[in-house]
């Protein structure tokens, strides 16, 4: 992709900024050619009251569009390996719990370059050119799932494209971060966080409802991937049409290599694995699990389908997540992020307990329990990336160096990455224990293991009395 950044300023459209005199002298805000916005400043508080704050939202709403899309690109797998047996494929348990993991595992790799895509070739740029990624990952999906005789490395690595769009969220954040003030950042963040989860909740109730409701109960598996053919390209061309480019944008490659030699990003990382990685883990396993314990039939039916209840538990923890960050800015993130690790450990641990019971209402209910502690502890634990480093860098006494702000944006990029890889390991521990020992209590008795530890860990790095006395309130 080709960029010209010294393309002379083209006349502003309604939808673009208008050139105007700000009083306090500040350079000219305006569009260029290529939907390129000179001398964006939201603190400016006049820019931003007279043209700032639309052209953020506008911004927003369709970064939200987009990777709404990533994210169900992302989970498609997911549901659809529970339709492959009655589709005419062969493949094992193991080899199924493959198709749901790696997705995770190229999404939690992909994030790491996605972050500095925007800086690169422009957030407007990138989110057009990342929307459009997502085709290949849908219509693969749909041409492999139409012959039941497609080998199972096809398979494979059409799964794993659709790792594109769990990279998407990282160039999504890293773009809107640019747009907003900072005393609306948290908020903007959060929403483009929660619209995009949501994407995995959408996936796993529409695709039921397609490949068996519109075929009047047969089996029309293509549907699956085709249905977000036409809506990746309205994404698309609404980016294309209503983003912007930010100038002034620029990836912090020093900020970056600053952060991965602070402790305290790897301290977070790990706490990140536990709440968003067991989010996405367990979003992606969900479907299977349920049908591996209650049969084809759990869920309710609706015209021709019978739709899984697997897709309330990606919608309960995307709620979820503001949620955790609204408690961690009144109680503080370290105290919550506890909270909802002590919550994961007792939940997981009634679970394997109650699992020789076969109820199907206490089995959802208690995981719909664990998915909103994961994903209350996805808020609290995103919030407390900023504190930490803030105090961590003030706190110390540190100059001349990477600021804390630096550090702090190059951080939450890397957290969201590392964290994503919990999306693989989570069913591949299943996996695991199914293989071994015939069914899921090792795993979750493991589960249980790592939680106490995260908790604890938690409260020895941010709770206990001389953390708190170093680092003030996280």
């Not at 589709?87 to 790491?112: C, K, N, Q």
């Not at 769009?165 to 160039?171: D, E, Q």
Request: aromatic residues 12%.
């Amino acid at each position: 992709m080709t960029i010209d950044r010294a393309t002379p300023a083209a006349p502003a459209t309604p939808d673009q900024a208008t050139p105007s005199t700000p009083l306090d002298g500040s350079p000219v805000l305006h569009s260029r050619q290529g939907r390129w916005l000179e001398n964006w400043a939201p603190e400016n508080s006049g820019q931003w009251a007279t043209a700032g704050r639309a052209i953020a939202r506008r911004n927003l709403g369709w970064s939200i569009a987009c990777e709404f899309l990533g994210f169900v690109v992302w989970q498609l797998w997911s549901i659809v390996v529970v339709y492959l047996p009655a589709a005419g494929f062969t493949f094992s348990s193991s080899e199924l719990f493959w198709l749901i993991s790696m997705p995770s595992l190229v999404g939690a790799t992909l994030r790491i370059p996605y972050t500095f895509m925007v800086a690169r070739f422009g957030g407007r740029n990138w989110t057009i050119v990342s929307a459009l990624l997502l085709l290949l990952p849908s219509v693969g999906l749909a041409l492999c799932v139409a012959n039941p005789q497609t080998p199972f490395p096809v398979m494979l690595a059409v799964a794993a494209l659709a790792g594109l769009g769990g990279g998407n969220f990282a160039s999504s954040m890293a773009n809107i971060t640019f747009f907003f003030p900072v005393k609306e950042k948290g908020w903007a963040l959060g929403l483009n966080a929660a619209g995009g989860n949501l994407g995995a909740a959408v996936a796993q109730l529409a695709v039921p409802l397609v490949v068996t409701g519109l075929a009047a109960a047969s089996m029309n598996l293509p549907l699956a991937g085709l249905l977000w053919v036409p809506l990746i390209l309205v994404a698309a061309i609404g980016a294309w049409k209503y983003m912007d480019n930010i100038a002034s944008a620029r990836s912090d490659v020093a900020g970056s290599l600053a952060a991965l030699k602070e402790p305290h990003l790897w301290v977070l990382a790990l706490l990140y694995i536990g709440t968003f990685g067991s989010f996405i883990g367990f979003s992606g396993v969900f479907p299977k699990l349920l049908t591996d314990v209650f049969g084809p039939g759990a869920g309710f039916t609706l015209g021709y389908a019978t739709v899984s209840l697997a897709f309330l538990g990606a919608l309960v923890g995307s709620l979820a997540r503001p949620f955790g960050g609204r408690l961690a800015d009144r109680w503080g993130g370290a105290r919550v992020t506890v909270s909802c690790f002590a919550a994961l450990a007792l939940i997981t641990l009634v679970q394997v307990w109650t699992l020789p019971l076969h109820s199907f209402p206490l089995f959802l209910g208690l995981f719909l329990l664990l998915f909103a502690s994961a994903g209350a502890g996805n808020g609290s634990t995103y919030r407390m990336i900023p504190v930490v480093f803030a105090l961590r860098v003030s706190g110390t006494g540190t100059t001349g160096q990477v600021s804390a702000a630096r550090k702090s944006a190059a951080a939450l990029g890397l957290i969201s990455a590392i964290g994503a890889y919990g999306g693989f390991l989570v069913p591949q521990l299943l996996n695991l224990s199914r293989t071994t020992t015939g069914g899921y209590a090792a795993a979750f008795y493991g589960f249980v293991a790592c939680y106490l530890l995260m908790m604890t860990v938690s409260w020895f790095c941010y709770l206990r009395p001389a953390s708190r006395n170093a680092l003030g309130h996280v």
